[in-house]
């Protein structure tokens, strides 16, 4: 198959392209490395550094005939899209739908993208969360996700075709920039192995779903043939608390750090875990990678590096 993989110099993206490419699919990636790193394109990938939302783009997809797009290009950083709504909303609302208008036009059948299990819901009133959890998001960032599914849902409607929307937990491993706001197990993992303090924001009883990026790479794969309309929340159903977090790192990577907190930046949300059951049923996927496991992997990456 030809597949586009936007924001494939980044951290999922970059993944989801050494899969392809070693599933033997022919990879065309876009990114404007504006997060992404040059060094994470895989050999073999034809490469394009172009913003999604530029006309350029247009070019891409009338060379490329693709058979499908694997969307993670994205404004990540919840806080920038506080700070600069507009500017969220260019690229992951517009940028987006002219991916969408591409797909239209240019005959490409399938459309993955990457949406989000956690800022989706807002906070939760049942755990884990279902594909079926009100979605109230209380950010900017989560309400493009929102938007971006509704319009793939149109675009099915209307034009047929085949849109997929994996909604991803808190995804960590190899390659996460570990100098971001968010990211917490990258951010840790690099501040024990530089023998610097890490800190916990608050308490550290805050939770998430942690799922290995392996796994999520995985289910891409599995959505590669999927027909119709599907929204699938990618995780492992469990919460973990950033104080189990800082403790399994603290000791797997030998720091020995005390526990220093500082405080919790607002608006952050409480807990967090979804279910995957929808993405077992569909998709026949699971995740795999346990937690001490996964963060032993991105240890062992983070020391390497
Ligand atoms: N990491 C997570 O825990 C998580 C959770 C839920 C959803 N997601 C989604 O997964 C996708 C990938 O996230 P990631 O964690 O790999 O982040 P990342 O920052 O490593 O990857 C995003 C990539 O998109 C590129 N990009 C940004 N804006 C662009 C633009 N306008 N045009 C072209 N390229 C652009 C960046 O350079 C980067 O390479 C994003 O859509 C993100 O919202 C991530």
Redesign the pocket.
């Known amino acids: 198959m030809r597949a586009l993989v936007?924001?494939?110099?980044?951290?999922?993206?970059?993944h989801i392209a050494d899969a392809l490419i070693a599933l033997g699919h022919q990879v065309t990636i876009?990114?404007?490395?504006?997060?992404?790193?040059l060094e994470?394109i895989p050999q073999g990938a034809e490469f394009f550094e172009?913003?999604?939302?530029?006309p350029e783009v247009e070019d891409v997809f009338e060379r490329g005939q693709f058979d499908l797009v694997f969307?993670?290009?994205?404004?990540?950083d919840v806080r920038v899209s506080v700070r600069d709504p507009l500017a969220d909303l260019?690229?992951?609302i517009a940028?987006s739908v002219a991916l969408l208008e591409w797909c239209r036009r240019y005959g490409v059948g399938r459309f993955v993208?990457?949406?989000?299990?956690?800022?989706i819901y807002g906070e939760q009133e049942a755990f884990p969360a279902a594909e079926d959890h009100p979605t109230r998001p209380v950010s900017p960032?989560g309400v493009t996700?929102l938007a971006v599914e509704r319009y793939m849902y149109v675009y099915h409607l209307e034009y047929g075709l085949n849109a997929t929307a994996l909604?991803?937990?808190?995804?960590?491993g190899p390659?996460?920039?570990p100098f971001?706001e968010?990211?917490v197990v990258a951010i840790f993992c690099r501040k024990m192995l530089d023998g610097e303090q890490a800190y916990i924001n608050g308490d550290g009883t805050q939770t998430r779903d942690y799922?290995y990026v392996d796994d999520v790479v995985r289910a891409n794969a599995l959505a590669l043939n999927m027909e119709g309309f599907h929204i699938l929340n990618i995780g492992t159903g469990r919460e973990t608390d950033v104080l189990t977090i800082f403790d399994a790192l603290n000791r797997q990577s030998g720091a020995d750090l005390p526990r220093k907190h500082r405080p919790e930046p607002p608006g952050e949300q409480q807990r967090s875990s979804i279910d995957p059951g929808r993405a077992l049923e569909v998709l026949g996927w699971r995740s795999e990678v346990e937690l001490e496991r996964g963060m032993k992997l991105t240890l062992e990456y983070f020391r390497r590096h």
Do not use: C, E, M, P
């Not at 172009?50 to 530029?54: E, F, V, Y």
């Not at 993208?113 to 800022?119: D, I, K, L, V």
């Not at 909604?167 to 960590?172: C, L």
């Open positions: 936007t924001g494939g110099a980044g951290f999922i993206g970059s876009i990114d404007n490395l504006s997060t992404g790193r994470n172009l913003d999604i939302g530029s969307h993670h290009a994205a404004q990540i260019r690229t992951n940028g993208f990457a949406s989000t299990g956690g800022a960032y996700k909604r991803y937990a808190n995804v960590y390659r996460q920039n971001g968010a990211g799922v």
